[in-house]
């Protein structure tokens, strides 16, 4: 009964689709994961230029093998595991920031492939923003039980902060979310593209735009809201007691969440794949690359923020998540609904 | 086949959350398996064609609501041995309640099979656009009924539990603005050997520059 029941669902038709699936969650996560390795390596480059230094120059050409170097050195460190903390959890954390981040990009279109003009997105559904915003909530329990688990007091302090403000900041995100889904008529990311071929979505929501960039600072714990792992303060907040390989999955999460961010925002606002004007040259380039060009350029924001300003202090940040973007954030949501409902969607 | 598989993948995941929930000795394994539940439970929500009410039910029940939860567990220090030990007279009456809830899903489940209906999701292409169509038209009024509610309840909250507290120190970012150079700073040019004069520091006055005699 049972071999007939596998017989049946593990038909060479549905194997052709697991494969096919299996092969292409490959080819988004391992170009995402390079990707991610190669953040590291920007960010230390432009923030060594914005020190007048040079960053990494050592390893490889301008130093580019460095974080494939930093990679296997954090392989071969002792994986120390503190005394009195809750082995299970402690070990369950990381992964519980790692796995949200990588499943973020199921959803995230990369626009048409160059060969057969197909959109390339593992799953085009419907809900593609909700279920991203869904998913990146889900990245807080991590930071939250590593915090909790280490049984010691930095890394709980660090936990509590970096909760209680990507909770906050989610809840203006969401607010500008929605306005854009307005703006687009749909909440699928592909569709709310499309609906930018005329104009990209940064030119009639700019406000939305600037408080988008800055929530998306705050979501991802990034400078100048990096108050979870302020050095002055807390060692380095919830990963404190985290060594080797645990320490590695959450810089892999958090860099991610940085990535998976900008993408999101090069959707809602700039276009996504879209070329800036479209005429015959820039229409010939494929998609991909137009996209990549705009998560580059909100990375460098993120970065270049981290090399300018100077931290938060908590109570501001918190000031600055429900008195000032909170309100503004609805007031826009309304201003947009009422203008759609009177002129219509851009879709 | 195949959702078949996932149905029991996900009812025995939701399970499993619950069966953590009871049985786990520490509150956040209990919060852990709380977590495990909801996220079945949306699973189950997709499988049936409720994509909208499965990704809602992660964002707000995972995101906010057990995120408040833990919070809660990891801040307050209780000895959870200590409290469970009243527990055994309330039995039970939780034995009872659990009773009353079987009996009404079996009944239900039995006598009218025709409201467990199949789901509606291929009648319409997004239930998104769906449920908005029927909150709004048929529902419109216990709709807004509901959010006035959630609003009172929003409100009431926040009076039940401000106290104003005295002596606190808060930054007001207007006056800090508004802050002028005079307000803080005066400029002078004082001579050498003068001081300043009586108008900055009146408490000092300035002292006569006395020349030490050179040795020699």
């Given at each position: 009964m049972l071999n007939q029941y596998f017989a049946a669902v593990f038909t060479p038709d549905n194997l052709w689709w697991l494969g096919l699936t299996l092969a292409a969650i490959l080819a988004l996560a391992i170009p995402v994961l390079i990707g991610m390795a190669m953040l590291t390596w920007f960010e230390r480059k432009v923030l060594g230029y914005m020190h007048l230094r040079y960053g990494p120059m050592y390893v490889g050409p301008f130093g580019l093998l460095q974080p494939f170097a930093d990679a296997i050195k954090l392989m071969f460190k002792e994986p120390f595991l503190p005394e009195r903390a809750n082995m299970l959890m402690f070990m369950l954390a990381p992964l519980m920031v790692f796995i949200p981040a990588l499943l973020a990009w199921a959803v995230i279109p990369l626009g048409?492939?160059?060969?057969?003009?197909?959109?390339?997105?593992?799953?085009?559904?419907?809900?593609g923003v909700l279920y991203l915003l869904a998913v990146s909530s889900l990245?807080?329990?991590?930071?939250?039980?590593?915090?909790?688990?280490?049984?010691?007091?930095?890394p709980f302090l660090g936990a509590v902060r970096s909760g209680a403000q990507m909770v906050s900041y989610e809840v203006s995100l969401g607010l500008i979310v929605l306005s854009v889904i307005v703006l687009a008529g749909?909440?699928?990311l592909t569709k709310i593209v499309q609906a930018q071929?005329?104009?990209?979505?940064?030119?009639?929501?700019?406000?939305?735009?600037?408080m988008f960039l800055i929530s998306i600072l705050a979501e991802t714990n990034r400078h100048p809201f990096d108050l979870p792992e302020a050095e002055a303060e807390l060692v380095a907040g919830y990963n404190t007691e985290y060594s080797s390989m645990p320490f590695a999955l959450f810089f892999l999460g958090e860099y991610i969440a940085m990535i998976t961010m900008s993408a999101f925002t090069a959707l809602l606002f700039l276009g996504g794949w879209l070329p800036p004007l479209n005429i015959w040259p820039l229409t010939a380039i494929p998609g991909i690359f137009w996209f990549g060009i705009k998560v580059l350029a909100i990375l460098f924001f993120m970065i270049w923020v981290r090399g300018t300003l100077p931290r938060y202090r908590y109570d501001q940040l918190m000031r600055l998540g429900w008195k000032i973007f909170l309100p503004l954030s609805l007031t826009w949501l309304i201003l947009t609904a009422t203008v759609v409902k009177i002129w219509g969607n851009l879709a | 086949m195949i959702p078949d598989l996932l149905f029991l993948l996900f009812a025995s995941g939701?399970?499993?959350?619950?069966?953590?929930?009871?049985f786990g000795k520490n509150p956040m394994v209990g919060v852990l398996g709380m977590l495990l539940?909801?996220?079945?439970?949306?699973?189950?929500?997709?499988?049936?064609?409720?994509?909208?009410?499965?990704?809602?039910?992660?964002?707000?029940?995972?995101?906010?609501?057990?995120v408040m939860f833990l919070f809660v567990l990891m801040t307050i220090d209780i000895d959870f041995a200590t409290l469970r030990e009243g527990a055994a007279p309330y039995l039970p009456l939780g034995l009872l309640v659990v009773a009353l809830l079987a009996a009404q899903f079996i009944m239900a489940a039995s006598g009218a099979p025709a409201l467990i209906s199949a789901p509606h999701a291929a009648q319409e292409p997004q239930n998104i656009i769906?449920?908005?169509?029927?909150?709004?038209?048929?529902?419109?009024?216990?709709?807004q009924v509901a959010g006035l509610v959630l609003l009172t309840a929003m409100v009431g909250a926040i009076v039940l539990t401000h106290r104003p507290r005295t002596g606190v120190k808060r930054q007001s970012v207007a006056a800090q603005v508004q802050r002028q150079r005079g307000d803080a700073l005066t400029l002078t040019s004082p001579q050498t050997g003068q001081g300043t004069?009586?108008?900055?520091a009146k408490h000092w006055a300035p002292k006569p520059v006395v020349q030490k005699p050179s040795k020699g």
């Open positions: 048409p492939d160059p060969f057969f003009n197909k959109n390339m997105v593992i799953a085009d559904i419907n809900l990245g807080v329990y991590g930071i939250l039980l590593a915090g909790w688990s280490s049984n010691s007091k930095y749909s909440m699928n071929t005329d104009m990209w979505f940064i030119i009639p929501a700019f406000p939305a735009f600037v | 939701l399970l499993a959350g619950a069966a953590l929930i009871m539940a909801f996220l079945n439970a949306s699973g189950l929500f997709i499988l049936l064609g409720a994509e909208f009410l499965g990704l809602l039910l992660i964002m707000v029940y995972v995101g906010a609501i057990a769906a449920l908005g169509r029927i909150l709004f038209t048929q529902y419109g009024v216990p709709f004069g009586k108008t900055v």
